[in-house]
């Protein structure tokens, strides 16, 4: 449904997002995971259209939206919809429930009074808000209320295609499983395909049926989520994997888990931009970036020399 | 379908007057009387403004030797009671804060939303235009002005306005810098809201209680201005009545009758005291980020 | 625990913040010890009064407004809570118990350089000569394993990355050779990989030291990694402690096993997570009884009075009427 192409964005020098190609498939949860500042939140932006690419394309049910005449621009708006980190920000704070979440509707549609309120009514209740919360403000919500608002907000346009930017990160431990199993409901229910960026390794595990690993502004591995998780071909991802504490005190952390300081994106390292920190790097890492190649698995792909050496001629085939 | 969530608990809502609570008293009065006399101020001064009595010119004010009750403030040379005067005065003081802030403040916080809202280019243009209007001195702008128009209220608020909607469009502008990367008016975009609803929506309401606190702090800059151009002979004329022609009037007789020019600068002392008070305890109220400015 | 005497010990605190809106009872009856050697993780959701807990026992309450109201506070048996400001400020604080907190940026000032921050309680307290507390401080970012310290004392913390701010207020804060360490949050803003090596750091400290350690945490990952005792804490009051194993896989607390079921975890693909219905109570007027009644599966009328810690194993004890019953 939605393809990046070779998507590039860059701040002066730095270069958060750096040539990511990426499929997100109808009905699938891709999850987009790493570390803070490797551009995860600037891809959502793109996507999103609230920033234009510096180079490459995004393309959604094969349109460029570079090239998409105001109409169709218009059509994307209503299929293309996000939530955000912070329920703080995100709700208007002079708004009362009922305007904040009617927005979407009206502008795009003229319906009257009685009939955009009975929709309001209704997608409170699919999140499981009750009608009264429509004339209320935001701040007498708890976060994970707001946060049920600004799903709501979403869904008013019925869209296909919903952007969550760390949409449970901001709220209580206790509070997290009733987002994410509503959001898992509303999935069902509307058939919607989910990008969801977070860096809680066991939150993707759970929640996203493909996974991609972003370091540095680039995607070093990309597959099911089963793969990812089960296989993980690319070296910075086993030490991610290997990083994560467990609920389980018989689980040992690798000591020296990973060593070493996160680079900076004004400055990556050349080649591989992982070299530094790798603890199997060859000297070909730092001179040469890694072309993505199969891992283990039906369309799992990992950028990373040796894996390139061990089944070099089994290149990735483009995106389609 | 979903897990059963609490309903909300509902919070009181702050009866508006409930929100003056705190609100420095003596300011406040002040303030109250200058508008009550600006729209009644007929019904309580005991003369007429323009009354001229030459018999009675030059009366000090009661507490003084000479002084009687009949004019509490006195009289000027020609015989004009102090006090109706100072009252009649809060009509043009008022009238003339009112356009001008309206004026520059609208001016001004539209500039100032549409500079910090589409940045860029557009960004860049305006804030040339108000650094190269900021660097003229109001003064010789108002001279100008005054020579061009004709010396009068209209003019002076004209003059006032073309001094501040900078200082709107500028303090303006930061703010929207910052709402705009709210995550709300993302959202909005991604909706596809349209640009102005978006200015309307969410940035107008949330820049409301800035232009309150600005819109009072210059209260008391444009009583002031406008009683300097009236000094000088480039604001309000006879026979409208305004402190600033008072002052003027009364300067050539400051040795033989000082009240006639201390009455009306004490008016506007007062006046702009107040609304300056009023105007901090609002900002600290409403927006204590505005304390730098 | 060790039949040693602890190096703190808590009973009955009660620390309430007196606002406009009301009095919050942050912490409203907390029993706590730590032993010598000892890893505490006080885990709870945000808002629990994992905090005003840790601050408490240095007294850095929000000015005015926080008041310790009941209880005791006693390090190698000496009590805190009636000390003086001016000796917990000068013996106490720093010295016998040191803290390190969430973000790193607000315990480091940005205007003096590294070198500076971390000798200047050798000279200042410790009494130091100038090149001696430089080498103090060598050596002690030498072991939260800060890269050839001696070049970068001239440094200043925003030339530092993240994770080595910590390290840094690390090596501050277990510089004087504290006994009890308070960390609050010490992971929470750095990335995975980072948290993997100051939780590796936190453990070897431990190990080295010897002095008892407080992580107050709402990562039940971390805590598992590190502590050797939990203490649940839920609206302002412990309601489980245990030894970490027991805690983890024999909770008996409805709040602990809730709370262990709503988390994912890896390789638990596929399941549903159980979420916990509601919402924490207001700590401004909490509920008599339970505090969890509101969102507990197995309230009972009995809940409607606050239940009494009981003995469920071996040093581990809930406060629940109903503890360890099966849903
Ligand atoms: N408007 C901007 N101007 C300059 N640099 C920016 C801008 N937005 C992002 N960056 C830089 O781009 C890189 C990627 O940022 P981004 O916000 O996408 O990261 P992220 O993966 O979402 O991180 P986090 O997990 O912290 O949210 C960072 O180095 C960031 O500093
Ligand atoms: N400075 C403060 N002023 C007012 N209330 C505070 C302050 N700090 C904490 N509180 C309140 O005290 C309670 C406990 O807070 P805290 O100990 O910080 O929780 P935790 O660390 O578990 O997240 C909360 O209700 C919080 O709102
Ligand atoms: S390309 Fe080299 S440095 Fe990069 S991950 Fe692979 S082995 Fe490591
Ligand atoms: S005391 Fe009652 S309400 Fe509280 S946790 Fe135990 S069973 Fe639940
Ligand atoms: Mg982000
Ligand atoms: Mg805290």
Redesign the interface.
């Known amino acids: 449904m939605l393809v990046l192409d070779q998507v590039s964005k860059h701040y002066g020098a730095v270069k958060a997002v750096d040539g990511v190609s990426l499929t997100v498939p109808e009905g699938q949860t891709l999850a987009l995971v790493g ?2 500042g490797c551009g995860k939140t600037t891809l959502a932006k793109l996507i999103l259209m609230l920033e234009k690419p510096t180079t490459g394309r995004i393309l959604f049910d094969g349109q460029d939206l570079a090239q998409m005449s105001r109409s169709q621009l218009k059509g994307y708006r209503r299929q293309v919809q996000a939530v955000f980190q912070d329920p703080y920000a995100s709700l208007n704070p002079r708004l009362r429930v009922a305007s904040i979440v009617a927005e979407p509707i009206l502008a795009h549609e003229r319906p009257d009074r009685a009939s955009l309120k009975k929709r309001v009514e209704e997608l409170l209740d699919h999140v499981g808000l009750p009608a009264s919360a429509a004339s209320l403000f935001p701040h007498e919500f ?1 976060g ?2 707001r946060q049920r608002i600004a799903i709501a907000r979403a869904l008013a346009l019925r869209p296909r295609l919903m952007v969550l930017d760390e949409p449970v990160s901001a709220l ?7 987002v ?2 509503l959001l ?1 409901d509303i999935q069902q229910e509307f058939s919607l395909t989910y990008l969801v960026i977070a ?5 993707v ?3 996203s049926t493909q996974t991609a690993v972003a370091y540095l502004g680039r995607i070093v591995e990309h597959g099911a ?2 793969d990812v ?1 089960g296989a993980p071909s690319h070296p910075y991802t086993r ?21 070493g ?2 680079a900076s994106a004004l400055d990556p390292p050349s080649g591989c931009h992982f070299h530094p920190r790798c603890p199997v790097a060859v000297p070909i890492c730092p001179r040469e970036r890694p072309a993505e190649v199969n891992a283990p698995g039906a369309g799992h792909t990992a950028a990373c020399h040796l894996l390139a050496a061990a089944r070099p001629l089994e290149h990735a085939a483009s995106s389609p | 379908m979903t ?4 309903a909300p608990i509902p919070m009181p809502r702050m009866a508006w007057l409930a929100r003056l609570k705190g609100a420095p008293v003596i300011p406040l009065v002040i303030l109250g009387t200058v508008v009550f006399c600006a729209v009644a101020g007929g019904l309580v001064a005991p003369f007429d403004p323009n009354d001229a009595d030459l018999d009675a010119a030059f009366q000090p004010p009661f507490w003084a030797k000479e002084g009687s009750w009949s004019h509490p403030l006195g009289t000027d040379n020609l015989g004009r009671d102090i006090l109706s005067r100072i009252i009649a005065g809060c009509r043009v003081s008022v009238i003339v804060s009112l356009y001008a802030i309206a004026f520059s403040g609208a001016i001004g916080a539209l500039v100032g939303m549409i500079s910090g809202y589409f940045g860029g280019r557009v960004d860049q243009v305006i804030m040339r235009l108000v650094e190269i209007q900021m660097s003229i001195p109001s003064i010789a702008l108002a001279l100008l002005l005054a020579a061009a128009l004709q010396p009068g209220l209209g003019t002076v608020v004209v003059v006032i306005v073309f001094t501040y909607w900078t200082w709107y469009a500028r303090i303006i502008r930061g703010e929207v810098l910052s709402l705009k990367t709210r995550d709300y008016v993302a959202f909005a975009r991604v909706a596809g809201v349209s640009t102005p609803v978006i200015l309307l929506r969410h940035l107008l309401p949330n820049i409301m209680n800035t232009l309150l606190v600005l819109a009072t702090l210059q209260v008391g800059q444009v009583i002031i201005f406008e009683a300097s151009l009236s000094f000088l002979g480039l604001g309000i004329q006879q026979p409208d009545v305004s402190w600033g022609l008072m002052l003027s009037d009364a300067r050539q007789y400051i040795s033989n009758a000082w009240w006639a020019i201390t009455m009306p600068g004490i008016a506007i002392m007062l006046t702009c005291l107040a609304a300056n008070l009023f105007g901090d305890w609002l900002r600290d109220r409403l927006d204590p980020r505005l304390r730098q400015m | 625990m060790t039949a040693l005497a602890p190096v703190l010990a808590i009973e009955g605190l009660k620390t309430y913040i007196h606002l406009k809106r009301g009095v919050v009872r942050a912490v409203d009856g907390v029993d706590l010890t730590v032993g010598a050697g000892e890893t505490l993780g006080l885990v709870g ?3 629990s009064g994992k905090s005003m807990t840790g601050l408490s026992i240095l007294r850095l309450l929000p000015k005015g407004a926080g008041k310790i109201v009941a209880g005791s506070i006693r390090l190698d048996g000496e009590e805190l809570t009636t000390l003086p400001e001016k000796v917990l400020a000068r013996d106490v604080r720093g010295r016998r118990v040191a803290m390190i907190a969430q973000d790193p940026m607000t315990s480091l000032n940005p205007v003096f350089s590294i070198g500076d921050q971390v000798s200047g309680p050798f000279r200042y307290h410790g009494g130091l000569p100038r090149q001696e507390a430089r080498a103090a401080a060598i050596d002690v970012l030498q072991r939260v394993r800060i890269p050839s310290p001696e070049k970068r004392l001239g440094d200043y913390p925003h030339q530092f ?1 993240g ?2 701010r910590q390290r840094i207020v690390t090596a501050m804060a277990i510089g004087r050779g504290p006994r009890l360490l308070i960390a609050d949050e010490p992971t929470t803003a750095l ?7 100051m ?2 750091l936190l453990r070897r400290l431990q190990q080295e030291s010897g002095a008892g350690i407080i992580l107050i945490t ?8 590190l502590c050797n005792r939990i203490a649940v804490m839920y609206a302002g009051r412990i309601v489980e402690t245990g030894p ?2 027991e805690v ?2 024999n909770p008996a607390h409805p709040y602990t096993r ?3 079921a ?19 109570p207001s700590l401004i007027d909490p509920p008599a009884g339970c505090r969890f009644a ?1 969102r507990c599966p197995l309230k009972v009328s009995a809940c409607d009075a606050y239940p009494q810690t009981t003995a469920v194993g071996p040093n581990h004890s809930v406060a629940c009427w109903r503890a360890g019953e099966a849903v």
């Open positions: 570390e803070s708890s994970g209320q209580d431990v206790s509070i997290r499983a009733q994410l199993n898992a860096h809680d390794l066991a939150l595990e759970h929640f989520t089963e998780f030490a991610l994997l290997e990083a994560v504490p467990q609920p389980d005190p018989d689980h040992v952390l690798p000591d020296a888990a990973l060593l300081e996160i | 897990d059963v969530v609490q | 959701e945000s808002g990355s994770g080595q990335d995975v990989t980072i948290q993997a090596q939780i590796a709402h990562d039940l990952g971390v805590a598992a990694s970490v194993r983890f896989r809730a709370l262990l709503a988390i994912p975890k890896l390789g638990s693909r596929g399941r549903r997570l159980v979420a916990i219905p509601g919402q924490p509101a």
